[in-house]
């Protein structure tokens, strides 16, 4: 299994941001995949998930309707749309994956990505 993420940057606050995440090895359909983040300094916190079948999602508190989590099964892909961003959305994004299970916690997850920095300017 293998993840590549995509697609961070530099956005001002109030803008817009889609993250990729490409994954080899597996078919995403057969996989919990999730969004984590590490803000500077901070442990590593959950983001989003969407469930195996496709038919649920969750979000933390902090994201919840400014974010929102999708994925292309025809390219094996998952995406996270980050619409009215803030400066405390700055951190390493990464894209995380779990067979046929669901977890909001980085331990349950045993394949990442190498992580994509978003940096929000205020």
């Known amino acids: 299994v293998h993840l590549v993420e995509s697609g961070g940057g530099l956005v001002p606050a109030g803008g817009s941001l889609r993250l990729s995440c490409v994954g080899s090895?597996?078919?995403?359909?057969?996989?919990?995949m999730a969004w984590f983040r590490q803000p500077p300094g901070k442990e590593r916190e959950f983001v989003a998930s969407?469930?195996?079948?496709?038919?649920?999602?969750w979000y933390s508190d902090s994201v919840k309707g400014r974010f929102s989590i999708s994925r292309d099964e025809a390219k094996n892909s998952l995406f996270l749309q980050m619409d009215s961003v803030k400066p405390e959305d700055t951190a390493v994004y990464y894209c995380?994956?779990?067979?046929?299970?669901?977890?909001?916690?980085?331990?349950?997850?045993?394949?990442w990505g190498q992580g994509t920095q978003v940096t929000v300017s205020s």
């Open positions: 090895g597996f078919t995403i359909d057969t996989y919990t």
């Open positions: 995380a994956g779990m067979f046929k299970g669901y977890s909001r916690f980085r331990k349950d997850y045993p394949y």
């Open positions: 969407l469930f195996w079948t496709g038919g649920s999602r």
